[in-house]
């Protein structure tokens, strides 16, 4: 690899890591061994990828792209390893009364973690205040299809924490 592609690694590297982190953070429910270790295989993934780069997308939509294939990967090798009862994880989420805000984001890590994998992914990107147009991109949907889906994936949130 040359050392423009390298300097040019970095600068990725250091402009997405916290998105890439916060992102990992929220599929695996907020445990930050598990995040940690996604997130830099996310960054070898990018390393590895760096030349087949187009510049078709810019380059926070690519390393998107590129963190919720490798989380979708780790959750189809998780799932092949263990078997998780979903029904446990209903029980830990707490009652929202008398709660402060870290025990309000795990709950919410919690809730997050009882969906989808691709609305887990959806909803991080969300909560990470992207643009729809390029959530939209990045799943390979319709703007309004997403519309759509983030509508049904707050609603389901909003059960799974009691609010409704």
Known sequence: M?????????SIFDQYQPMVAQMCLGFVSGDQDVASDLTQEVFI???????KFEGRS??????YRITINTCLQYHR????????SIGSLESDVADSNN?????????????INQLGKVDRLIIMMVLDELEYEEIAEVMGISESNLRVKIHRIK????????YE
């Open 2 to 10: 040359s050392a423009t592609s390298q300097l040019s690694f970095q």
């Open 45 to 51: 993934n990018t390393w590895n990828a760096m030349e």
């Open 58 to 63: 810019s380059y926070k939509t690519w390393i």
């Open 77 to 84: 090798k998780k799932k092949r390893d263990t078997h998780v």
């Open 99 to 111: 709660t402060t805000d870290e025990e309000r984001s795990s709950e919410l890590y919690r809730a």
């Open 155 to 162: 609603k389901r949130l909003k059960k799974l924490m009691h």
